[in-house]
């Protein structure tokens, strides 16, 4: 162990069926506990299950949360590029980290589940055109918060010109000088590039832990091929949580989520806290300081309750 404190981050799907009072049970309970994070996807196609009473709009849900919580971060894994223009999305978040005092982290990436762009009337251009716009809006976006005159950009798919780049989040401490910016995904090639020229962190989601390790060496070569420290890049993993005090518990949540036990000790953070405690030690030796864990039932506080109690005091 390095002796550093692992962040342990509570990650939620809410397209899967949740209320914006459902997410603010787990927001608060999670800051209550010490949790370093409450984050959310952004989706709104449910991905199995009728997901009502259907999907709530992320930024909305974390603007509400910022009024409603003290001191938990807040963000987005991930903010689809496709979703929203790059201009207005720099000013809502820049908001929503004032209203939160500076808590927020952005999460962007290119976007990938069609059928929710069809469901409801979202523009699904190709996997080249989606990268384009994701690394244009990365740059656009950064490019808002750090200026302080007039920005222009000239770039295939946005265009700015003169703007005062306002409002300016109140936590500036993300390299480019607004809020951390979070990039994830396996791409071998252009996702590194990206992460290494605009992110602050880097995330591999539900990867095979030998999988997160080479992707996160990609990363580093891509660092230092612009010259960046690679030691500037903090290194996450999101991974699905199922923990039990005993193995009577742990079958019980694994079928909550209509899920198998030796699947989820395989691919998650499954199993007794001991367990737990033993698989997150081994990402924090391999240079991982975050995890999100991704808490799929979220009537299950006690959960959460647990976690805390048995796993975060050991990592």
């Given at each position: ?7 342990l ?44 009473p259907?999907?709530?709009?992320a ?8 009024r ?75 490019g ?32 480019a ?22 992110a ?28 960046r420290d690679?030691?500037?890049m ?25 899920r198998?036990v ?41 959960h ?10 050991h990592?």
């Amino acid at each position: 162990m390095t002796g550093e404190k692992t962040d342990l981050r509570i990650f939620t799907e809410p397209q899967q069926g949740a209320t914006y009072d459902d997410l603010l049970a787990v927001a608060r309970e999670a800051e209550e506990l010490g949790y370093g994070a409450f984050f959310r996807s952004d989706h709104y196609l449910t991905m199995g299950g009728d997901g009502l009473p259907g999907p709530t709009d992320a930024w909305t849900t974390l603007a509400g949360l910022a009024r409603e919580t003290r001191s938990i971060r807040l963000g987005t894994l991930v903010t689809s590029a496709t979703f929203r223009h790059p201009g207005p999305l720099a000013v809502q978040v820049a908001q929503v980290d004032q209203m939160s005092g500076g808590r927020v982290d952005l999460g962007l990436g290119s976007g990938w589940f069609e059928a929710e762009h069809r469901a409801y009337g979202i523009p699904f251009p190709s996997l080249k055109e989606r990268f384009e716009k994701l690394a244009e809006q990365l740059e656009l976006i950064t490019g808002l918060w750090a200026t302080e005159g007039g920005y222009s950009f000239d770039g295939t798919h946005y265009q700015v010109t003169d703007s005062p780049g306002l409002p300016k989040p109140v936590n500036r401490s993300g390299r480019a000088g607004g809020v951390p910016v979070l990039v994830g995904g396996s791409g071998k090639r252009k996702t590194p590039a990206l992460a290494a020229r605009f992110a602050d962190e880097f995330n591999t989601p539900f990867a095979a832990f030998e999988d997160a390790l080479v992707q996160n060496d990609r990363v580093r070569a891509a660092c230092e091929a612009i010259d960046r420290d690679p030691s500037s890049m903090t290194f996450s993993a999101a991974l699905v949580l199922c923990v039990g005090e005993d193995e009577a518990e742990v079958a019980r949540r694994a079928a909550a989520i209509g899920r198998e036990v030796p699947e989820l000790r395989e691919n998650g953070l499954a199993g007794t806290p001991e367990e737990v405690v033993e698989k997150i030690a081994r990402y924090t030796e391999a240079g991982h300081s975050r995890l999100y864990l991704q808490v799929l039932d979220l009537a299950d506080l006690d959960h959460l309750r647990l976690v805390a109690e048995q796993v975060m005091p050991h990592v």
